[in-house]
């Protein structure tokens, strides 16, 4: 009865594990087509702002938060994924990541942007 046992155990662990994969296939930001929302000029914009420096222009704050912060979050976490940014702070880009949205905020909503210290 043991061996059989194990043997349910182990087909049970096959169905989880082929469920995890499955369920990775399935990239949210190809789901919600995060990719074909910015222009490319300001896909890099705003991911040299965050990874690097530089600032978003009002044009690309405005695609940005067309893009959602959905997306926007997807696209920076894929990126820290990327064995080039392996370095990185996952804390940091997030929080930089964050005041970017702030930022852009405002400027999409015709407000002007207080200018950030
Ligand atoms: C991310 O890592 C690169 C390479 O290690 C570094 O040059 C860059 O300053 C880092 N960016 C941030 C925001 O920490």
Redesign the pocket.
């Known amino acids: 009865m043991a061996s059989f046992n194990i043997y349910i155990a182990f087909g049970v662990l096959v169905i989880m594990i082929s469920g995890a994969v499955m369920a990775r296939d399935v990239d949210p930001i190809k789901a919600k087509n995060c990719e074909t929302k910015m222009t490319l000029h300001c896909v890099n914009e705003v991911f040299t702002s965050i990874?690097?420096t530089g600032i978003v222009t009002d044009n690309c704050c405005i695609e940005l938060i067309g893009l959602g912060q959905f997306c926007h979050y997807a696209l920076i976490k894929k990126t820290l994924q990327n064995p080039l940014?392996k370095?990185?702070?996952t804390s940091?880009?997030l929080s930089?990541a964050a005041q970017v949205w702030k930022k852009c905020t405002p400027v999409s909503e015709g407000v002007s942007p207080t200018p950030s210290p």
Do not use: G, L, S
């Open positions: 990874f690097k940014f370095n990185n702070d940091v880009i930089r």
